[in-house]
């Protein structure tokens, strides 16, 4: 569940006349996200979503987020927009935590990924590459390559714990990340959390098309190589849910992303190595909350071994045909 | 958190299918309840809760509780009200539980609790009650006196380990209980769980005034001597945070339910006796859920001393001039 934090009704009532949105008729915890405290707000004006940022969110990076969202939906993204109170800020305080109020955005995230999906997902996350290329703020990615020695650090000798012989993994995967990273590849702001309960769809009655209505949850955005956005999201949507790889969304995925931002060829090739950095990340941090997730806490622990699996197969790759990109089978105008 | 079942989206759309309500534009879990799923439903003709029923709501049990809120509802008591599909019938199946749609209730339960919440409750009550007398259903209550020697052989041998003792507190009090609960009392149709989170109010700006909106959650809904309802009640709303009882709204609390429903000296007189009786039945669901919730699980436990120290201000009492009741204090009428 994902309400940490209860809002007295006084203290709703004085921070929702900082608004120009009526009334509050109805406020209903939202059990999904594991983060923050989201609430459903139902006023006599409309419908909104209200997150009371708790502790894993660093107060400091607030603006950053909420600045992107608004500057993503002037450009017409898809996504939620944040209130402005009638002083003109957006983020706001609540019951002693930071808050905000965003626009109700319509749609669900998919319970099972079909190919249109990641074509959609994939086109959706190349406009907002694009859009914030103009996009005024920095936030360095603490979860990249940089960050994971630290975290390593953190879990070792624990690991084992999880799967024998895990902390050997982990540190021979760090160390050729660290040597191999690229340094010259286009950065710019990515999401860095594109998973499917972060991408609303709307289908049609008999469930044949699917549009994306918007992406969710700019909370771990920041500045970073833009084709590791694509990579964290060839690993959150392209298997199966029997560990296997399905070659066909990634290629498609890759394909879709490219119609709307072209890859270069270098783009294309760093794929492997970013996908295993992207699976590394998952690892390290899943690793982490398995291990420091209080018994009895509300927060369902996220599997550790799905990205040891996912590793795994990124490292027995040996180029980005493994995606289904065979020469030139996409987006030639780069490929020269 | 209170969402056990997920709900795949061919799923769902096949479900609202059923009805008359357009299509499904949202579903959010919502972190709030913890016996069943309940999902915020949004179509393009309104706003719905949708609840599948899990196991500890017994299937038997649902038409009872689906046509009592139809029932009520068409009597002027404010609660949800089932949505029947095309062919007439509310209780459906989805994803393999039992499911229904229900209207969705404006409104908050409070957090903090004042004299107005007491007395709106305690009217809303004395109202159902009436509005109950000509339901033709019947639903014994397990969870009176005569399921309590069950639940406490379940619980005995563990629940010293929750608080030296308290296996002998509760045998004690049962073997009062069994020897003097009445049994030519009034009865009825009662909700049984009158919690402050199964009430719902719409407050003014300023937080002045309460009005309830309704009464939800009558999953535990029964036949039972009708001012039980009220004892558990004066247990439920009537302590402070600080573990004192407030006779200030225990007294206005009785009075504002006899203004409508006007109360016997027999009932008034087996308050104290009733109010012991609601607090076993609350402190042994509680001790049984401390000692069988699995670690890890995603439910709040409630906290069973609460109810020893509510048990222990009942058995002190000397009568129901411990609930501010003087003698005439109230509705002379009914005291003669």
Redo the contacts between chains.
């Keep these: 569940?994902?309400?940490y934090t209860?809002?007295?009704?006084?203290d709703l009532?004085a921070f929702i006349?900082g608004y120009d949105i009526g009334?509050?008729?109805?406020?209903?915890?939202?059990?999904?996200g594991v983060e923050n405290s989201n609430y459903?707000l139902?006023t006599d004006r409309g419908?909104y979503i209200l997150t009371l940022y708790e502790k894993r969110t660093k107060a400091e990076d607030l603006p950053f987020f909420l600045s992107l969202m608004d500057h993503l939906a002037a450009r017409g993204v898809d996504c939620p927009t944040p209130l402005h109170g009638r002083d003109g800020v957006a983020l706001r305080s609540l019951s002693g935590k930071p808050a905000a109020i965003v626009t109700?955005l319509?749609?669900?995230w998919?319970?099972?990924i079909v190919l249109a999906h990641c074509q959609e997902l994939a086109r959706a996350m190349a406009k907002m590459h694009l859009a914030g290329a103009d996009f005024p703020l920095f936030r360095a990615n603490s979860l990249s390559v940089a960050g994971w020695s630290a975290m390593a650090h953190s879990i070792d000798g624990n690991a084992d714990s999880i799967l024998p012989g895990l902390s050997q993994t982990i540190a021979a995967e760090l160390a050729h990340l660290e040597k191999s990273w690229p340094d010259s590849l286009p950065t710019g702001v990515i999401h860095a959390d594109l998973f499917p309960d972060n991408v609303f769809y709307?289908?049609d009655?008999?469930?044949r098309s699917e549009r994306l209505s918007g992406l969710i949850d700019f909370y771990f955005a920041c500045n970073d190589i833009l084709v590791y956005d694509l990579a964290i999201c060839l690993n959150a949507w392209c298997f199966e849910p029997d560990g296997s790889f399905n070659v066909t969304k990634a290629r498609m995925m890759i394909a879709a992303y490219a119609q709307v931002r072209p890859l270069s060829v270098d783009e294309i090739n760093a794929l492997p190595l970013l996908a295993r950095g992207a699976a590394l990340r998952f690892l390290l941090t899943r690793t982490y909350d398995w291990l420091n997730t209080p018994?009895?806490?509300?927060v369902?622990?996220k599997d550790p071994l799905e990205y040891v699996r996912k590793l795994r197969f990124h490292q027995s790759v040996s180029g980005p045909n493994a995606y289904g990109l065979g020469a030139y089978g996409f987006a030639p105008e780069t490929m020269d």
């Design positions: 569940m994902a309400v209860e809002v007295a009704d006084q009532d006349a009334e509050a008729s109805s406020l209903k915890g939202i059990a999904e459903l139902q419908v109700f319509q749609g669900r998919p319970r099972q709307l289908h009655k008999g469930g018994e009895g806490a509300l369902k622990r």
